[in-house]
């Protein structure tokens, strides 16, 4: 299965009426325990991580660093609930994502987690308003949507371009506007995926202070993957992959 895929999951009564998870004493926490990940593969399974567990609170930030292939993107897919472990658990605010049902995941992953990818997937199509506020179609209380996210792109430096396509902006640009957008429905859990890369220094550098400074105002918990050395610098705590496992840089 491709990692983009999630396993859908049939929507069945006893599933939804099921009793909520227990969550005292979890409240702002994103728990990673024994996580595993094979893959399978014509030649057999190929393992990718092993034995991944560390905590963080609200407000804390991590960047996670590694070779190419190391496992990163399918660590933070994981904890973004696109895709599952093989084995082990992964509870944010208390919750386990894997334990829902589809439409349960899907207003888990809405409301509580933020992705920029490396290559900002904007809507050709959308204005850089209307991309922001995608993630508010499918969300319930829409009554301050528009507002907020003309602060946020107040916030990211980019007022004078509410109008734009994708298109006509630069690529830092681009990736500051991927940032509102992920941050539009308060997500508790942001987790971005080498966000500078495609980026030269100087926009690089720029969406970095943007992403430091936002997850200082909104106090998420924030995942970086990143190769950039100056950016993985700014954080307090540092992981890095090796041979499937993560340790402390
Ligand atoms: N859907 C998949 N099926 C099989 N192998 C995969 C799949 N996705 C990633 N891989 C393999 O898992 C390893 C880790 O990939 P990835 O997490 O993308 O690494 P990184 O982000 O650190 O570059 C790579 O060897 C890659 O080929
Ligand atoms: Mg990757």
């Given at each position: 299965m491709n990692r983009h895929q999630v396993p859908l999951r049939p929507l069945v009564a006893e599933k939804l009426e099921s009793p909520k998870p227990h969550t005292e004493g979890r409240f702002g926490l994103l728990e990673v325990s024994e996580v595993n990940k094979e893959y399978p593969t014509p030649r057999g399974a190929l393992k990718v991580l092993s034995g991944i567990s560390f905590t963080l609170s609200r407000g804390g930030a991590t960047a996670i660093m590694g070779p190419s292939g190391s496992g990163k993107s399918t660590l933070l897919h994981i904890l973004g609930a696109l895709d599952s472990p093989s084995s082990g658990h992964v509870r944010l605010d208390g919750v386990n994502p894997f334990e829902l049902d589809e439409r349960a995941l899907a207003n888990f992953?809405?409301?509580?987690?933020g992705f920029?990818?490396?290559?900002?997937?904007?809507?050709?199509?959308?204005?850089v308003l209307e991309n922001v506020l995608v993630p508010t179609l499918v969300s319930r209380a829409s009554n301050h949507h528009p507002e907020r996210a003309r602060k946020l792109l107040d916030q990211v430096g980019l007022s004078e371009r509410l109008d734009h396509r994708p298109a006509e902006l630069s690529g830092g640009e681009k990736q500051?506007?991927?940032?509102?957008?992920?941050?539009?429905?308060e997500p508790m859990l942001l987790l971005c995926d080498e966000p500078t890369g495609n980026l030269d220094s100087k926009s690089a550098e720029t969406v970095a202070s943007i992403l430091l400074e936002l997850h200082a105002r909104q106090?998420?918990?924030?995942?970086?993957?990143?190769?950039?050395a100056?950016?993985?610098?700014?954080?307090?705590?540092r992981y890095e992959m090796v041979e499937q496992c993560i340790r402390q840089a």
């Amino acid at each position: 299965m491709n990692r983009h895929q999630v396993p859908l999951r049939p929507l069945v009564a006893e599933k939804l009426e099921s009793p909520k998870p227990h969550t005292e004493g979890r409240f702002g926490l994103l728990e990673v325990s024994e996580v595993n990940k094979e893959y399978p593969t014509p030649r057999g399974a190929l393992k990718v991580l092993s034995g991944i567990s560390f905590t963080l609170s609200r407000g804390g930030a991590t960047a996670i660093m590694g070779p190419s292939g190391s496992g990163k993107s399918t660590l933070l897919h994981i904890l973004g609930a696109l895709d599952s472990p093989s084995s082990g658990h992964v509870r944010l605010d208390g919750v386990n994502p894997f334990e829902l049902d589809e439409r349960a995941l899907a207003n888990f992953r809405n409301q509580k987690i933020g992705f920029v990818f490396q290559d900002h997937c904007l809507m050709p199509q959308c204005s850089v308003l209307e991309n922001v506020l995608v993630p508010t179609l499918v969300s319930r209380a829409s009554n301050h949507h528009p507002e907020r996210a003309r602060k946020l792109l107040d916030q990211v430096g980019l007022s004078e371009r509410l109008d734009h396509r994708p298109a006509e902006l630069s690529g830092g640009e681009k990736q500051r506007v991927a940032l509102a957008r992920a941050l539009i429905n308060e997500p508790m859990l942001l987790l971005c995926d080498e966000p500078t890369g495609n980026l030269d220094s100087k926009s690089a550098e720029t969406v970095a202070s943007i992403l430091l400074e936002l997850h200082a105002r909104q106090k998420t918990i924030l995942i970086v993957v990143t190769h950039n050395a100056d950016l993985a610098a700014k954080f307090p705590v540092r992981y890095e992959m090796v041979e499937q496992c993560i340790r402390q840089a």
